[in-house]
């Protein structure tokens, strides 16, 4: 077989895989303008007379209200992550602090117990604190939760600062604010900006936590496209539209941010 047949093949297969995986994607999208007798209907179609009918009942169920819980609570947590990452990483990796690897095995260990373990304790706390349903507590959990990944992450970019940039920085007599700040964070924004968007994608999908620790005020988008599967029927025209709307700002982040995540997540590929 010759590298262009194999090459060919390759690119072949890629597409199968590419469609593969879009297709449901393409699909709810195509759900979302059909009538709900024709969504939910045994025999699909690809043809049909398009209508904004579901889009018009999601917003009708008061979706433009947990869109907002959405957006407040994963653009919070985002923002409290990237400030306590970046010196926490910056401490783990250029300003070595004492026990580098048991304090980068207590970040990550805290990942590993699931929320299902952890849910009951800090829904009686929330509980007896008074802080229940609240928008911004639960920015504030999330941010807990995404926390030690992007300390990993930060820590491995800050790794691939040239050490000499910063020994030069200090023989010029710069402190530590500009030492990071000014000199450092330029060098690894790329990857700090794709620590950022996993926070906010991780943070903007989450359903476990919305579900236990929220009722009505602060109930985000998850636990409402949940909403429209219960003993009447599915919905599917309603819930495909509402999924619809629900994806289009991660995928706006991340095509804003695109150039960035893929210089960030190809951060010390080559040397």
């Not at 010759?2 to 469609?19: E, I």
């Not at 699909?27 to 209907?41: C, D, H, I, Q």
């Not at 923002?79 to 990550?108: H, M, Q």
């Not at 928008?135 to 999330?142: F, Q, T």
Request: hydrophobic share 55%.
């Amino acid at each position: 077989m010759t590298r262009a047949t194999r090459n060919g093949l390759v690119t072949v297969l890629t597409w199968v895989l590419v469609l593969v995986f879009f297709f449901p994607v393409f699909w709810m999208v195509l759900n979302g303008f059909k009538p709900e007798a024709v969504a939910s209907s045994a025999h699909p179609k690809l043809f049909f007379t398009p209508s904004t009918e579901g889009y018009r009942l999601a917003m009708d169920r008061g979706m433009q209200g947990y869109l907002i819980n959405s957006v407040t609570a994963s653009v919070t947590a985002t923002i409290i992550v990237v400030v306590l990452a970046i010196p926490a990483a910056y401490a783990l990796s250029i300003r070595r602090v004492k026990n580098v690897e048991g304090a980068l095995t207590f970040f990550i260990s805290t990942r590993f117990m699931p929320l299902a373990a952890v849910v009951l304790p800090l829904f009686m706390i929330l509980k007896t604190l008074g802080l229940l349903d609240n928008v911004y507590v639960l920015a504030v959990i999330y941010a807990g939760v995404n926390l030690p990944v992007a300390v990993w992450m930060m820590r491995s970019f800050f790794l691939e600062v040239p050490f000499e940039i910063i020994e030069a920085c200090r023989v010029d007599g710069a402190g530590l604010g500009r030492e990071i700040f000014r000199v450092a964070l330029p060098l690894v924004l790329p990857g700090v900006a794709s620590a950022a968007l996993i926070t906010f994608i991780f943070s903007w999908n989450e359903y476990f936590l919305a579900t236990l620790l929220t009722s009505s005020a602060a109930r985000t988008t998850p636990p409402f496209l949940g909403s429209f599967v219960d003993g009447r029927g599915q919905f599917l025209a309603v819930l495909s539209a509402a999924s619809t709307i629900a994806a289009l700002p991660v995928i706006l982040a991340g095509w804003v941010a695109q150039k960035q995540l893929v210089r960030g997540l190809s951060m010390g590929a080559i040397k």
